[in-house]
């Protein structure tokens, strides 16, 4: 699996947009970039995930850079109950034959305030 | 969307007993379910795999006469941990690979041994 790198914390204001980085330098051409999070105490939450082009969804915005080697997740209106851990993973996709397991890095504590 | 419903999502048993946490894959098929072991403040780390009609694969330093995993079927993954003692003790949770959602997470088993 490509290794990914996210800061260990960030915080937002409520209302806000919140931008969380992600880099995946080592990423190969048929990875995708997916997204979870986890409230305290849940299973993870599937957000979004995209290969190469830009995605958005209900939840968020998934911006890839040109050469894939980095993302941004964007909550666009951050609430408090987006409050939690925010994981980027890279793979292939599930649909695929190469899915194989996930392997979860430390995440980004994301903590939206008042 | 896809669901995997995990129980019980929260059990307390005694030291030496055994415990048995079920996933089932709601509305669609589950051919591969992936366990999971989450302690304080830490990420997952992934214990096992199991598919459906072979034996769980099972991560280095997991026991597998401790944790033993059964696919009955093509919705259903159990973990069972056996000889519970306080040190296994942590939230599990199980994922299965989606197409639409990349993988898929259980709510998550809170286990206590006392």
């Known amino acids: 699996d490509a290794k990914t790198t996210q800061p260990p914390s960030m915080d937002c204001a409520e209302g806000r947009a919140a931008n969380l980085p992600c880099n995946h330098s080592?990423?190969?051409?048929?990875?995708?970039v997916y997204w979870y999070r986890q409230i305290h105490s849940q299973g993870p939450q599937y957000i979004i995930h995209?290969?190469?082009n830009n995605e958005t969804n209900e939840m968020a915005s998934l911006i890839i850079t040109e050469d894939r080697k980095s993302s941004t997740l964007i909550l666009p209106h951050a609430t408090l109950r987006d409050t939690a851990v925010y994981y980027c993973i890279v793979r292939g996709h599930a649909g695929g034959t190469s899915y194989g397991k996930l392997t979860f890095g430390q995440g980004t504590i994301l903590t939206v305030h008042p | 969307g896809a669901v995997v419903s995990q129980h019980p999502s929260r059990v307390i048993c005694k030291s030496g007993t055994s415990v048995k946490i079920e996933c089932r894959s709601l509305d669609f098929q589950a051919t591969t379910m992936f366990w999971y072991r989450q302690f304080p403040k830490q990420s997952l780390m992934l214990m096992a795999t199991?598919?459906?009609?072979?034996?769980?694969?099972?991560e280095q330093g997991v026991e597998k006469d401790k944790f033993l995993i059964n696919h009955a079927s093509l919705t259903l993954s159990t973990l069972t941990v056996t000889s519970a003692h306080p040190e296994d003790s942590s939230f599990y949770i199980c994922?299965?690979?989606?197409?639409?959602?990349?993988?898929?997470f259980g709510s998550g088993t809170r286990l206590t041994v006392v």
């Open positions: 199991s598919n459906e009609g072979s034996k769980a694969t099972y």
């Open positions: 995209g290969l190469k």
């Open positions: 080592t990423i190969s051409g048929n990875e995708y």
């Open positions: 994922s299965a690979p989606h197409l639409n959602y990349g993988y898929t």
